[in-house]
């Protein structure tokens, strides 16, 4: 069965500093595609980033970076610069195959604060 | 509006009511999902759609019912609300494309009394 695992429940980081959210994976499928959302207070969802398992670079946009490590099943997002916007909740997804039909499962996420 | 809506955004009912989440979306994408969101597990799959009057259940369906009769509306229903069920609720609609991400609505806040 499918499962998403954050180990990280919160974590405090300095703005400017460089933060990485851990994100661990378990899948038998070899076509599966990995997500980052992010959270704010307010409460909508924000997709920052994918990955999918056959692509060979890790995905990046703009700030934010995907450590994709396939053997290890591990999927860390990398947030260079924080900035104190990017206090939040931040959840990482998984879904089997490709397609935005298949379903996706949800790791119970880390509140990220950025200290000013 | 263009993208996905909820209503309401926010309710407050009591035990044992019928309660009606609506969903809509302005993109035509062939599939819905309903979410719930609870402090400790993240986000869980309610019901899905591939389609106009195709349904499938998620991981936590009981107590639930949806329909999708039209391609742009997914309501989700709670026959009768129990105190469980508060929750936030997220709706979202994909398109079925490839690397394509689900688009996920505002959210309802519900709570049962």
């Known amino acids: 069965a499918q499962k998403i695992t954050q180990t990280q429940p919160g974590m405090f980081v300095q703005e400017k500093e460089a933060v990485t959210l851990d994100c661990t994976y378990d899948?038998?499928?070899?076509?599966?595609?990995l997500f980052w959302y992010k959270q704010p207070s307010s409460g909508e969802m924000i997709f920052l980033i994918y990955?999918?398992?056959?692509?060979?670079q890790n995905a990046t946009e703009g700030r934010y970076s995907l450590n994709f490590q396939k053997a290890r099943k591990s999927a860390n997002l990398v947030i260079s610069a924080s900035q104190l916007g990017d206090s939040a909740m931040y959840f990482c997804?998984?879904?089997?195959?490709?397609?935005?039909?298949?379903?996706?499962?949800f790791g119970s996420g880390t509140r990220l604060s950025i200290r000013p | 509006d263009a993208g996905i809506t909820q209503s309401p955004r926010y309710k407050i009912t009591e035990t044992g009511r019928q309660v009606t989440l609506m969903c809509h979306q302005t993109?035509?994408?062939?599939?819905m999902f309903w979410y719930r969101q609870d402090l400790g597990h993240g986000l869980r799959l309610i019901y899905y759609?591939?389609?106009?009057?195709?349904?499938d259940k998620g991981e936590v369906p009981d107590g639930y019912v949806v329909s999708r009769s039209k391609t742009e509306n997914f309501p989700l229903t709670l026959e009768s609300a129990t105190r469980s069920q508060t929750s936030v609720y997220f709706c979202?609609?994909?398109?079925?494309?490839?690397?394509?991400?689900?688009?996920f609505g505002p959210g309802t806040r519900l709570l049962v009394l």
């Open positions: 979202a609609s994909g398109s079925g494309g490839r690397q394509e991400t689900q688009y």
């Open positions: 899948t038998s499928d070899q076509s599966y595609g």
């Open positions: 990955q999918g398992s056959y692509d060979e």
């Open positions: 997804a998984m879904r089997e195959g490709y397609s935005s039909a298949s379903k996706i499962i």
């Open positions: 993109w035509s994408h062939s599939y």
């Open positions: 759609s591939a389609a106009a009057d195709i349904t």
